[in-house]
Each structure stands twice: as C-alpha cells, then as structure tokens.
C-alpha cells in the first residue's frame, strides 16, 4: 500500500471514529436523565465503561436518605386515609405481620417504654382494633393480638400504598423499572442483614416507627 493509500485509510478510520463519538453523544443526549449510561453503552460501550463507575458511598447515602423522606411523605397521604396515627398503624403491623406477642416484647419491637405501649394498647383495644389474652406460659403477663378489625385495615393500607406506588411507577420505562427492581433487591438484601427481628422483614403500613401519645 502506498503512502497516499495508507493516509486515505488513516482519514477514513479517525473520522469514522469521530461519527461514532457523536453518536454516543447524541443518544446519551436524547436519553432520559435515568437512561444516559444505558444510551452511552448501546452506542459506545468503551464509554459506558466511565460513566459507570460506582458513585461515593456517602453521596449515594445522602440522595438514598433524602429519596426514602419524599417517598414515606407520599405514602403517608395514603396512611391517613385509614383514619389511624402512626403509632397505632406501626403497633398493627407489627402484630399482624409478626405475630402476637406481649406487651414488652411488642414495646421493644416499637422503641417505646411498657407504660407507653401499655396505654396505646388499652386505647386500641377499646377501638376494637387488638385483644389481650392470658399468656398460658406466664400467668403474670398477656398475648397482645390484632383483631379481626385491625387486621383488616392494616392490610387496606398496604393496599392502598401498593395501588399509589404501581400508579407512579406505570410511567417509568422498562428500562427504569429493571434499573429499580434491581435497587429493590439489594436494599432488601441489605435491611435484611441488619433486621434479626422476624417482624421486621415484612414492610409495615405505618411507615416510620412513632411514639405512643
């Protein structure tokens, strides 16, 4: 190949290289701002190499942190439909969720002094809400368990979060879905690391444990 020839081909290499750079551009600019990286790989996938690279463990925490506030806030305008505090709701889930248990075991699955669960229980009990029955292994103590009542809207307002959430995520791209299936997964696999309590690992209604009034 002559001198000539062997420029021409030089040519025809760099600027097709450049045209493929532009394309990569052009996508990631045309992409959904939770699309960019996918548009950059499918175009270019030596720049996809860059642009994934794992974020700050401490940024990823502060969005992670400010994202969970904004979502249990939304899903609070759920919770209040059912017409329950926070802290009656969190008590309920526990309970049908986790199971009957005493009042100091159901106090310490909430964070809360036996006074103060002592007092929400005998409130929600006369709302028909739980019931107290004689713990056959300690006659000094009671089995608190959700009633029939309790139980049925406690598993409305899961209900009714499920229903806003799958309304929200309806207009994500299926692309963005598997991006928050996969986020799911390990943030589950994470809490589930941190939560022996086996009340924990189901998702309770009532959003952010609250103290008894």
């Known amino acids: 190949m002559g001198k000539k020839a062997a ?3 030089r040519k025809e290499r760099e600027a097709q290289a450049l045209v493929q ?3 990569a551009g052009q996508t990631a600019a045309q992409a959904p701002p939770g699309e960019t990286a996918v548009a950059i790989a499918a175009a270019d996938p030596a720049a996809a ?3 994934q690279a794992a974020p700050v463990p401490s940024d990823l925490a502060t969005r992670l942190n400010s994202v969970a506030i904004h979502l ?3 899903l609070q305008r759920e919770d209040a439909r059912l017409g329950l505090s926070a802290a009656r709701l969190s008590a309920l889930s526990v309970l ?3 199971g009957p248990r005493t009042l100091g075991k159901l106090a310490d699955a909430e964070g809360v002094s036996a006074p103060s669960m002592t007092r ?3 409130a929600m009990e006369a709302d028909g809400l739980v019931t107290r029955r004689k713990n056959d292994a300690d006659g000094r103590s009671v089995i608190v368990h959700a009633a029939p009542e309790g139980e ?3 598993l409305l307002g899961r209900e009714q979060r499920v229903a806003a959430l799958a309304g929200w995520l309806e207009s994500l791209t299926p692309e963005r879905l598997a991006s928050l299936d996969t986020a799911s997964t ?3 696999d994470l809490l589930r690391s941190e939560r022996p309590d086996r009340s924990e690992r189901e998702s309770p209604v009532g959003g952010p444990r609250g103290r008894s009034k």
């Open 7 to 9: 420029k021409k081909k």
């Open 21 to 23: 750079t532009g394309a």
């Open 49 to 51: 190499k860059v642009t």
């Open 72 to 74: 249990l806030r939304r």
């Open 96 to 98: 049908v969720f986790g």
């Open 120 to 122: 929400l229980v005998t």
């Open 152 to 154: 049925r809207i406690l």
């Open 186 to 188: 390990v943030l589950d």
